[in-house]
């Protein structure tokens, strides 16, 4: 890529950018406003056509939705404490709304249209107000027709800041995306079509790095690189293998992990999920590496090059702390948990896998299990063909599919009845993996949104402390329009 990857906008870079894109704003001035203690970030995105440079020359431009002409939009950027203000203004043809990824927010503030807020009308705006309570990398998207709008290209990084950020030489932000493009680099706009639905979702053919497909990412030799990783696709999962660099993984979804190598050396990220990783530098000047996406089998393709600079920045990498402060997140209590279960199932050859995995699950399917059979049958014709216990969802208003008793703590049991992987999001809370098909995880990671594999078993934990009724869903776009969402209410 001649251009470069764009690198981590600074904080003095996005200050100035926060005061561009708010220049609609009343108050004159810097938009920070120091009332009490608390400092309040004031942005203003406004969702709209454009037209930008996803693939090089001589592929010409490509028709976008977006934020503020951008893709991905501004990366906002405030400190753990700090409140933030965002007036969404919506230039679309249709309605919309903004929902913070991984945020926990109050619930009125989590933009999702009809059960959290009226949709943005086009024309209309909305004001969003919250404070940042964790630090960690976030975004923000869509949740009206999300397998559009934000396969169109409407989504952004959002930034939370430590108070006391990790010491490395350079922050980046890499937003990856995936998208369907025609030979002349337009969207293709088969955006819902039964056979996404039904399968892996939209899979595309061109990936790109914070809105361009990279080409090589300049690096120095000794250099250490806080990196974060945002998977914006509809459905791509990406297994990232950055061969003999050893990327040490601090946090997962925003939430602070103990400092690892991962799994197999695969940054493994699904749809919607993030990684910070820190990256060391260790090669020699003018070599590279580069970083493949080995996720899907015999599919593995080269994502980018890290191309070392001829100017070192010291011999050797520094070995500066990797911990990062945890964040206020109550810790559930095990040993006084009620237990829920959750069963996905349906999507091609769904059928199949149930019949595979009726010995172990016997009588202790929940309730609603053989109704999904009976009902996926009648939903194969109306394209609802994905089930949470036995439902498939139509529209945000839901009845809820579990009440979790505000305080306690609680265990999800949720088992993936399906031939397919789904990244499975909750809102307004985050959780604990605990268990893998029974086996206790290493780091009992806290995560928002939680890749399961076919026929996985996962089991989560949380303190259900944000009430409201809050989305539960597949963040594979496509899954989550063909019936894969639900409502949890804590109450
Ligand atoms: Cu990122 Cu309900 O979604
Ligand atoms: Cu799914």
Redesign the pocket.
């Known amino acids: 890529m001649s251009s470069k990857i764009v690198p981590a906008i600074t904080r003095r870079g996005f200050l100035k950018s926060a005061a561009l894109i708010s220049a609609g704003f009343a108050i004159s001035g810097p938009h920070i406003s120091k009332s009490s203690a608390k400092t309040t970030t004031q942005v203003r995105l406004k969702a709209g056509q454009a037209s930008v440079r996803l693939a090089p020359e001589p592929a010409g431009e490509t028709a976008v939705w977006c934020y503020n002409g951008s893709v991905p939009g501004p990366e906002i950027r405030v400190r753990q404490g700090d409140r933030l203000q965002v007036i969404v203004d919506n230039a679309l043809d249709e309605q919309t709304t903004v929902?913070w990824?991984?945020v926990r927010v109050p619930n009125g503030m989590d933009g999702?249209p009809d059960l959290t807020q009226p949709p943005i009308e086009p024309g209309g705006e909305f004001l969003y107000e919250f404070d940042a309570v964790d630090a960690g990398t976030f975004?923000y998207?869509p949740?009206q027709r999300?397998f559009e709008q934000v396969g169109r290209g409407l989504y952004g990084p959002l930034i939370i800041e430590e108070r006391e950020p990790l010491q490395v030489d350079r922050e980046v932000t890499w937003v990856l995306d995936d998208w369907r493009l025609t030979p002349s680099a337009a969207i293709s706009d088969d955006f819902g079509n039964a056979h996404d639905i039904s399968h892996s979702g939209r899979i595309g053919n061109s990936v790109t790095i914070n809105g361009r497909v990279p080409d090589r990412f300049t690096v120095h030799k000794g250099e250490r690189i806080r990196l974060r990783l945002i998977n914006a696709a509809n459905a791509r999962i990406f297994g990232l293998d950055f061969q003999n660099h050893e990327p040490i993984v601090v946090a997962l979804d925003g939430q602070p992990v103990t400092p690892h190598a991962p799994d197999r050396g695969l940054i493994v990220l699904g749809p919607?999920m993030r990684a910070d990783v820190v990256l060391d530098m260790k090669g020699e000047a003018n070599q590279s590496t580069t970083v493949i996406d080995r996720f899907y089998k015999d599919l593995e393709y080269r994502l980018v090059d890290l191309a070392y600079s001829n100017q070192p920045l010291r011999s050797q990498p520094p070995d500066w702390p990797l911990e990062l402060p945890a964040n206020p997140i109550p810790e559930p209590d095990l040993n006084n948990a009620i237990r829920h279960r959750v069963v996905f199932n349906g999507g091609m050859m769904g059928g199949m896998v149930m019949q595979e995995m009726g010995g172990s699950m016997g009588d202790s399917s929940p309730t609603g299990m053989m109704g999904g059979m009976g009902s996926m049958m009648g939903g194969m014709h109306s394209g609802n063909i994905w089930f949470i216990n036995g439902v498939a969802a139509e529209g945000h208003i839901l009845e809820p599919m579990l009440t979790l008793e505000q305080n306690r703590s609680h265990v999800i049991a949720m088992t993936n009845a399906t031939a397919w992987h789904h990244p499975i999001?909750f809102?307004g809370h985050s959780f604990r993996v605990i268990s893998r098909n029974g086996t206790p995880t290493t780091h009992r990671e806290w995560q928002d949104?939680v890749l399961m594999a076919p026929k996985e078993r996962v089991d989560i934990a949380l303190v259900a402390d944000n009430p409201g009724d809050w989305?539960f869903?597949c963040?594979i776009l496509e899954h989550?329009a063909g019936g894969m969402m639900g409502v949890i209410r804590v109450a």
């Open positions: 929902h990824h991984g999702v975004w998207h949740h999300g919607a999001h809102h949104t989305m869903h963040h989550m």
